[in-house]
């Protein structure tokens, strides 16, 4: 069975480790905060200023003044900390980020990331996207193995204009978890239930399957 | 105005000079943190041809997208544009012109041109549409684009204090781009919650120094969020 979103988000949480600075994009990434394993502490960073970010916020405490990068309200975590869009960045841009997660609607086997835009369709802009994948140590994209169509969005080289070039290390999809590294999408795990032959045949790029592939676990 | 005082106490003189052609860099993200009455008084002085320098363009009825309204746009560089349907239309109908820019390199562009940097590199957007007719050099055996600086005529901030000369202290995260739009203005205008007296504020509390702000306004602020979500 392909995973669902939440999965596919506790999953991805399974990557977290102990004193983490993450950046978690919208859409899947958000989820991932919901799974955060027992016994460990990461920090959100949100893009326009924020680390340390906490839940939402009651009613009584919705502040305008309050949000994160989706522009949703927010409150702060204990031992947050509050600063400006070149601060925000310097710290994305400079490497101290630890993790981020976003989603995409291509990877391929360089690593290379499309998620920003469709040409001829409307173009709404790259928001931070750009200089995360750029600036974090390490990159976890979350996305569907196929599109509803089944067209594999894991690919020998992208079609869509890039976000970024290199820059993905980990893809977690409704089917697999899987590395990139040296050209190819190497396969660590399949979704329980989910064939290798399956993750084959949905898989345009190159991909490494080597030995027994173990199912995730949760 | 006397010495280092910098309040004024109307929108006509807080915005006195603008022009057509003019740019405009404006601090916020999103409708948080944005110079709402400014922009109010942009619109009233029907200014036109404006290049307007900011992460976002507000929405439809609210923030900077009312200067989309009446067609006082040419140009707006920013990061990101889906939220507003006007900007949209005007967009497909090659009335407005648009520079989308990474967020950081957006921030950067402002920050460096207020402290007299013409240009720099960064990683951001290396490989991608955005790098097309940029100059690429390698450090260390990774690609840099280079991305040159932004200053305007106007810049418009908000803030939650200042004190009569213009230091600024921003709340929460209604900080965002308003400190760097800050700098890089020729006339910088500072719309305000609080207006106090100099000595008020911590000296090494204030965000923005007063040296970057012309003109200080006291203004009243609806402040709309986009997104209200709550949890239990």
């Excluded at chain 1, 993450?22 to 949100?46: C, E, F, H, R, W």
Aim: glycine share 12%; aromatic share 6%.
């Amino acid at each position: 069975m392909a995973l669902s979103r939440e999965q596919v988000a506790m999953r991805v949480a399974q990557e977290l480790q102990d004193g983490y600075y993450v950046n978690l994009g919208i859409g899947i990434p958000t989820l991932v905060a919901n799974y955060v394993p027992d016994g460990i502490k990461v920090m959100l960073q949100s893009e326009n200023g924020l680390l340390g970010m906490g839940p939402y916020p009651t009613e009584d405490q919705v502040d305008a003044d309050m949000i994160n990068a989706g522009k949703e309200t927010v409150t702060a975590a204990t031992g947050a900390a509050i600063f400006n869009s070149a601060e925000s960045f310097a710290m994305i841009r400079g490497g101290h980020v630890d993790l981020t997660v976003l989603g995409a609607f291509e990877v391929d086997q360089e690593g290379n990331i499309a998620s920003w835009m469709i040409p001829k369709k409307l173009i709404k802009g790259m928001g931070g996207a750009m200089d995360l994948v750029a600036g974090a140590q390490n990159i976890i994209v979350t996305m569907t193995h196929a599109s509803k169509h089944g067209d594999s969005k894991l690919l020998e080289k992208c079609s869509l204009p890039l976000t970024g070039v290199n820059c993905v290390k980990k893809i977690v999809t409704d089917l697999a978890v899987l590395e990139v590294k040296d050209g190819a999408f190497y396969l660590l795990e399949r979704a329980p239930g989910v064939t290798v032959d399956e993750i084959i045949s949905k898989t345009a790029g190159k991909l490494i399957v080597e030995g027994d592939i173990p199912e995730m676990q949760f | 105005m006397a010495g280092f005082d910098k309040v004024v106490n109307t929108y006509a003189e807080a915005m006195a000079g603008l022009k057509d052609g003019d740019t405009i860099i404006a601090g916020g993200f999103g409708l948080c943190g944005i110079p709402e009455g400014l922009i109010a008084e942009i619109k009233r002085l029907q200014t036109k041809e404006l290049t307007v320098v900011s992460n976002n363009c507000g929405v439809d009825d609210f923030g900077l997208g009312i200067l989309l309204q009446d067609r006082q746009i040419k140009k707006i560089i920013a990061s990101y544009v889906g939220e507003n349907a006007l900007f949209e239309q005007q967009l497909l109908d090659g009335i407005i012109d648009v520079e989308l820019t990474p967020q950081g390199t957006l921030a950067e562009k402002m920050r460096a041109g207020g402290a007299g940097i013409p240009g720099f590199y960064t990683a951001t957007g290396y490989g991608t549409p955005i790098a097309e007719g940029k100059e690429v050099k390698e450090f260390n055996g990774r690609p840099y684009i280079l991305e040159e600086s932004i200053t305007g005529e106007f810049a418009i901030v908000k803030a939650w204090k200042a004190d009569r000369y213009g230091n600024l202290v921003f709340r929460h995260t209604a900080m965002n781009f308003n400190p760097m739009a800050a700098t890089a203005g020729k006339i910088t205008v500072a719309e305000v919650e609080e207006i106090v007296e100099p000595g008020e504020l911590e000296p090494s509390q204030i965000h923005t120094p007063g040296i970057y702000v012309n003109r200080v306004i006291k203004g009243d602020f609806e402040k709309r969020i986009e997104r209200v979500t709550t949890s239990k």
